[in-house]
């Protein structure tokens, strides 16, 4: 190897700081190729096992929020230029009616008896995290509630696991921010279910409750990641030949037909 060359440097002394120095900048011809996926976070495969999996209160929003989402203009130097500002102050969208927003629950790798409740804002199975109470520095209480809540969505899909299941259904959506009116539906997966329905949703709110999952299995779906057989929603087993049994106890919220 022949000597190498020092890198370019520039030292500021006392006598020429405020002289204008310009470097330029060129790219390197031999640099590595451009990884076109770097930006991106890849996780391995994991279980569709809610009740291990989520271990605190989480908040789902189908929507936008209620948060100021305007694009403000960026803090600039008091020598920086910037000839194309683009948008300023300008508000963005919040009409998300036209969308269909779909929430999918996979508890489907559980092989455990689980036992669970579905409300119109949460979802919750035995040995998820719990209610989550707290006071900050200024006094002021935190309180939020265990399992997954949720809301602004127009689909809620729960798919239950291999176990002997207990869910019971205390309501569902009751409205949406969209102009399809919501649906809930919940496959019972395989095992010998038990589902109870005691609650209501609104008065255009849909209730579909399979004790297994649909007849054509749509469901089921395999495929193979990273070499490996995994499914999603494929935990059912047989579609047919279960005794689960499905309970309800709710008043129609719907007008009759």
């Not at 694009?71 to 300023?88: F, Q, R, S, Y």
Request: net charge negative; glycine share 14%.
């Amino acid at each position: 190897m022949g000597p190498r060359t020092p890198p370019a440097s520039v030292t500021f002394s006392p006598s020429n700081w405020y002289v204008p120095f310009v470097v330029r900048v060129t790219a390197n011809p031999n640099g590595p190729p451009v990884d076109n996926i770097q930006p991106l976070k890849f996780f391995p495969v994991q279980p569709h096992v809610v009740a291990t999996g989520i271990q605190g209160p989480l908040t789902i929003n189908g929507s936008v929020g209620p948060e100021d989402r305007t694009i403000h203009h960026a803090v600039n130097l008091p020598t920086e230029k910037n000839n194309d500002p683009g948008p300023v102050n300008t508000p963005p969208s919040n009409d998300d009616s036209g969308s269909v927003d779909t929430l999918n629950i996979f508890n489907d790798g559980s092989g455990a008896n689980d036992v669970g409740t579905l409300t119109g804002n949460n979802f919750s199975l035995a040995g998820m995290g719990g209610d989550l109470h707290f006071v900050d520095s200024h006094g002021g209480t935190h309180d939020f509630k265990g399992g997954i809540n949720y809301s602004n969505f127009e689909t809620l899909e729960v798919m239950l696991g291999r176990g002997n299941d207990s869910q019971t259904v205390n309501g569902w959506m009751p409205s949406t921010d969209g102009t399809r009116g919501p649906m809930t539906i919940v496959h019972g997966g395989g095992g010998s279910d038990n589902i109870v329905v005691n609650g209501q949703g609104g008065a255009n709110s849909a209730l579909v409750v399979f004790g297994d999952t649909s007849r054509d299995g749509s469901r089921r779906i395999e495929f193979v990641v990273q070499g490996e057989f995994a499914r999603a929603a494929g935990e059912f087993g047989m579609l047919g030949g279960r005794v689960n049994r499905v309970k309800a106890k709710c008043q129609p919220s719907w007008p009759a037909t």
